[in-house]
């Protein structure tokens, strides 16, 4: 009962300070000193501060001042406690500062640090995080505390370039710690998506304003066990969130179940809860900018993983311990959910972009003795029947049926034209290496095209306003389509498949006519060049159609066959290949690269979007096990 008692005293202790301190009175060293040796409470310190408003705050800026001041030199000490009581404290002080309307963040700065010597204690500061995130004397539970810190400041505003305390985080760049943290195998299995979410914030303030230091050096890093660490560090994360949703979805009832379970339910009957987990955007974002910064990391991302990171994971499957097929993965998930994760669908679509554009990434999805047997979620639909057992294939066959679902699964009236065109690309560029290496696919071609198709056929239906991007859409549809036309005999499995694609292409061919007509329709005023350039496209098509049309008619008033059958049309198709003439096109084989400075406006939103949701997600809480770690060290 003493001890009930003597803990209910020191917590209300820790209130009195907190609320003396913050109404401006004279605070003494020794109430200084009492502070941080009492455990921080950041519940009623947060409770305290909320109470204050702008005008309260101008009123104790000297004790602000006082305050943040203090924190930097206890931190220097070697005493951990202590340090991690300032670690809470500033991370509640600095975010309720930066809540009340202060005008802009100079005044936010000149009311925490006082503006005049804001650049010198910042310095400081982050000396002592840096040194904190280093060093392997540190206790992990003070290193997690200093990654809340910086995701606290990193996240004090939607717009990061706007966040003028981050510019401090230039001045002194945390790269070497986070890096050093990173590779460090006894907590990066704890602390590594914190430390790739900050990293990934850090990356984006301001990076295409000015020379950013963190992407000027981690484009410049050619430490293999940075990359390494980060390869770990995405694939864990990856693998753990797959697990997790391929739990829940293999045990999510059939339609039919449901209906049984429905009309045989009794009280008392239990189900597993389900896994409301969202993907963490921002360690999607952080495997980008490394993937498009550092070009050393597309080593890494094919390579197969034996680290203790993996197998400390129970539901870790073996098969994924290739992070490129755990991705895979992870989009198939994100694209089945693209309308309520549709910028994350589109992070990842450009991911794969890149990846597509990389000769060493094709060659390894390509490799006939490089095969994976994975996971694909898929929309779900109730005449869709039970997905088949993974088989084992390259994954270039996976990220090909990956692209053909979603294609076809997005046929809706909300249809983002703009992922559309990034399948698309996708495609392209896979058709492209395949042309240029001269590897013959043996995958089912039927049902890309079948679907690239349906796309062209429901997007006739559709009013879209953005007529540029729709044309461009069509465009990229038709230059598959000429791939394959042009190009297919070096890169379809056997004749047969060349065969079946002329067969589809006369099977839909009004599609194309349809489509011919509305490029001719198209206003001219601005898409008149656009309209021009998808009539090329569609020339060759259209030949296909207008050349074998009438010999199959003929071939059924002959035979006085009404309607023959796939093989009468391909037969058909063999025999009148010689008089068939079709127009060399230039640049189907070529492709713009992929370019972040034309999707500066979506990276903008993209990094506005994780500032908001990391900002109330962020748990300043701190349990009796972190100050356990931090006395066993001390």
């Known amino acids: 009962m003493v001890t009930d008692d003597r803990r209910a005293s020191l917590r209300t202790k820790i209130s009195i300070i907190y609320e003396n301190l913050f109404k401006g009175e004279h605070v003494t060293d020794d109430v200084w000193d009492e502070l941080f040796l009492l455990k921080a409470n950041p519940a009623t310190l947060q409770d305290t501060l909320s109470k204050l408003n702008s005008v309260d705050l101008f009123n104790i800026k000297d004790t602000l001042n006082k305050l943040f001041k203090r924190c930097t030199e206890i931190l220097g000490e070697d005493n951990y406690i202590k340090s991690l009581n300032v670690l809470v404290t500033l991370s509640v002080v600095v975010r309720n500062v930066w809540r009340k309307e202060l005008g802009d963040g100079f005044q936010a700065i000149d009311v925490l640090i006082g503006f005049d010597e804001a650049e010198e204690r910042m310095k400081v500061l982050l000396q002592h995080l840096q040194y904190a995130l280093a060093s392997g004397n540190v206790p992990v539970a003070m290193k997690q505390n200093v990654l809340v810190l910086l995701e606290v400041v990193l996240t004090l505003v939607d717009n990061i370039s706007q966040n003028t305390l981050v510019e401090y985080m230039m001045l002194e760049p945390l790269w070497a710690s986070l890096s050093k943290l990173a590779v460090s195998p006894y907590v990066r299995p704890t602390l590594g998506s914190s430390m790739a979410s900050v990293t990934a914030l850090l990356l984006n303030y301001r990076k295409h304003e000015y020379s ?6 981690l484009t410049t890093c050619d430490d293999d066990l940075v990359m390494n660490a980060f390869s770990e560090i995405f694939l864990r994360y990856i693998t753990s969130f797959n697990s997790k949703k391929l739990a829940q979805h293999r045990v999510a009832p059939s339609y039919s179940e449901y209906i049984t379970s429905w009309l045989t339910w009794s009280e008392g009957t239990t189900e597993p809860p389900p896994d409301d987990s969202e993907p963490d955007m921002s360690i999607v974002l952080c495997l980008y900018e490394i993937l498009y910064h550092n070009k050393n990391f597309t080593s890494f991302i094919t390579q197969t993983m034996s680290s203790t ?17 755990a991705f895979l993965t992870f989009c198939s998930y994100v694209l089945a959910h693209s309308k309520e994760h549709a910028l994350l669908a589109h992070l990842v679509l450009n991911i794969l972009i890149t990846l597509a554009e990389d000769n060493y990434v094709e060659a390894f999805i390509h490799d006939e003795n490089q095969v994976f047997s994975i996971h694909l979620f898929r929309a779900k639909f109730r005449h869709r029947k039970e997905s088949k057992d993974e088989v084992a294939m390259p ?9 053909s679902e979603f294609i076809l699964s997005n046929l809706t009236k909300s249809f983002n034209v703009e992922l559309y065109s990034k399948c698309y690309k996708i495609i ?17 071609w039927k049902q890309l095209w079948n679907s690239l198709i349906s796309a062209i056929k429901w997007c006739g239906n559709l009013h879209i306003d953005d007529t540029n991007l729709l044309i461009d859409n ?21 004749h047969g498949s060349y065969d079946e694609l002329y067969y589809e292409i006369l099977r839909q061919h009004s599609v194309f006519d349809n489509l011919n007509e509305a490029a001719l329709q198209f206003p001219h005023q601005d898409n008149s060049s656009k309209s021009k350039v998808l009539l090329g496209c569609l020339h060759n098509i259209r030949t296909i159609g207008n050349h074998f049309t009438p010999k199959i008619e003929a071939w059924s008033v002959t035979t006085k066959t009404s309607t023959p059958t796939p093989e009468q049309v391909m037969d058909i198709v063999r025999c009148n290949y010689d008089s068939l003439t079709l127009k060399l096109q230039d640049g189907l084989a070529h492709y ?6 034309k999707e500066q406006q979506f990276y903008t939103n993209l990094v506005r979007r994780i500032c908001s949701e990391k900002r109330t997600a962020i748990d300043l809480s701190v349990d009796s096990s972190a100050y356990k770690n931090c006395a066993s060290i001390a």
Do not use: W
């Open 309 to 325: 990171d993996t197998s400390q994971n129970d539901s870790t499957n073996e098969s994924h311990s290739n992070l490129l097929s």
């Open 395 to 403: 994954l270039a066959y996976n990220l090909l049926e990956l692209l």
């Open 212 to 217: 950013n230091p963190y992407v000027s050096q």
């Open 428 to 444: 392209h560029r896979v058709l492209c290496y395949q042309k240029k290496a001269r590897i013959r696919v043996s995958y089912p």
């Open 474 to 494: 069509y465009i990229e549809v038709c230059r598959i389509f000429n791939m394959f036309v042009m190009y297919g005999d070096t890169f379809l499995p056997n």
């Open 592 to 597: 713009d690269k992929y370019s972040e400075v």
